[in-house]
Antibody, heavy 121, light 107 residues
Framework: EVQLEQSGAEVKKPGESLKISCKGSGYSLTNYWIAWVRQMPGKGLEWMGIIYPGDSYTLYSPSFQGQVTISADKSSSTAYLQWSSLKASDTAIYYC??????????????WGTGTTVTVSS | DIQMTQSPSSLSASIGDRVSISCRAS??????LNWYQQKPGKAPKLLIYGASSLQSGVPSRFSGSGSGTDFTLTIRSLQPEDCATYYCQQSYSTPRTFGQGTKVEIK
């Protein structure tokens, strides 16, 4: 069974750096794209970007370009989302999900449980 | 970016009712449209992809239709476990934007 295991909740101060992870099991992470999705408290879903762990090709939403870095380590089947300087507005749940396709339709069918990031002074 | 607009933002219906949620894209996305269900405190779950293809394991009371810019998610006979927020998402181009969500409650 394909599963994505996300790292635990984080509490950080503004200006601190952070790297959260998403580890795939039950399949090779290099075979599928991994997407990151943000959900701010009480709000909807926002697509942040996507990475192909096989060659680390990455696409960002313009809203998140330059604000976060998406990376992957194919040897450990792990994708990462990182910030160099957190802001209070980064407080959210962050989900990773496999982005797979069938007949050229892309969809996110396996989701991690989410990592809650709280940024507060 | 392609903008996705859902309506209504919320609805209340009785068990057994037929429920429809609309999703409109700001430009044609052909049939590159997914629907997700999210229950409180849980990760989203894929229901429909390609506008009308039911994901494996999803009850057949869920169906999707539409093409171009207008799409609909229909729940044929609402069940208590369908209480959730539903999101559409376009996969025509990046960024793969979501609608703002529709909260479905039981009356």
């Amino acid at each position: 069974e394909v599963q994505l295991e996300q790292s635990g909740a984080e509490v950080k101060k503004p200006g601190e750096s952070l790297k959260i992870s998403c580890k795939g099991s039950g399949y090779s992470l290099t075979n599928y794209w991994i997407a990151w999705v943000r959900q701010m408290p009480g709000k909807g879903l926002e697509w942040m970007g996507i990475i192909y762990p096989g060659d680390s090709y990455t696409l960002y939403s313009p809203s998140f370009q330059g604000q976060v870095t998406i990376s992957a380590d194919k040897s450990s089947s792990t994708a990462y989302l990182q910030w160099s300087s957190l802001k209070a507005s980064d407080t959210a749940i962050y989900y990773c999900a496999t982005s797979r396709s069938s007949s050229h339709y892309y969809y996110m069918d396996v989701w991690g449980t989410g990592t809650t990031v709280t940024v507060s002074s | 970016d392609i903008q996705m607009t859902q309506s209504p933002s919320s609805l209340s219906a009785s068990i057994g009712d037929r429920v429809s949620i609309s999703c409109r894209a700001s430009q044609s996305i052909i049939t590159y449209l997914n629907w997700y269900q999210q229950k409180p405190g849980k990760a989203p779950k894929l229901l429909i992809y390609g506008a009308s293809s039911l994901q494996s394991g999803v009850p057949s009371r869920f169906s999707g239709s539409g093409s171009g810019t207008d799409f609909t998610l229909t729940i044929r006979s609402l069940q208590p476990e369908d209480c959730a927020t539903y999101y559409c998402q376009q996969s025509y181009s990046t960024p793969r934007t979501f609608g703002q969500g529709t909260k479905v409650e039981i009356k």
